[in-house]
């Protein structure tokens, strides 16, 4: 089993920065994909970037803007949001994957519970 707790979410205004953590416990995979996920009330969940040991991968919506990183010797995954704008209002979720990233059958079995993150214009 794998815990994941994420924090960092807040309500700011368009242009700010927020760095989300989610913090991951319990039994590791050798093979790991970690990833950030967000939902909007009525939209489908968007992906918005993952990590592995070789790779980073970002959605469109994050590409310039949000930078996903990791502390090993903290257990914690990072994700730097910059330029924020009303539309990255959300809930946004930590995953973890006992796969790499990029392998076809990678899934997201453990989530945690999610932080709010809301931008006014």
């Known amino acids: 089993q794998v815990q994941l707790v994420e924090s960092g979410g807040d309500s700011v205004q368009a242009g700010g920065s927020l760095r989300l953590s989610c913090v991951v416990s319990g039994n590791f995979f050798t093979k790991f994909c970690m990833g950030w996920f967000r939902q909007a009330p009525g939209k489908e969940r968007e992906e918005i970037a993952v990590?592995?040991?070789?790779?980073?991968r970002y959605g469109d919506s994050a590409k310039g803007r949000f930078t996903i990183f990791k502390d090993s010797r903290k257990k914690t995954l990072y994700l730097q949001m910059n330029r924020l704008i009303p539309e990255d209002t959300a809930m946004y979720y930590c995953a973890y994957s006992a796969d790499y990233c990029n392998a076809p059958t990678s899934q997201f079995t453990y989530w945690g519970q999610g932080t709010q993150v809301t931008v006014s214009a």
């Open positions: 990590i592995d040991v070789d790779i980073t």
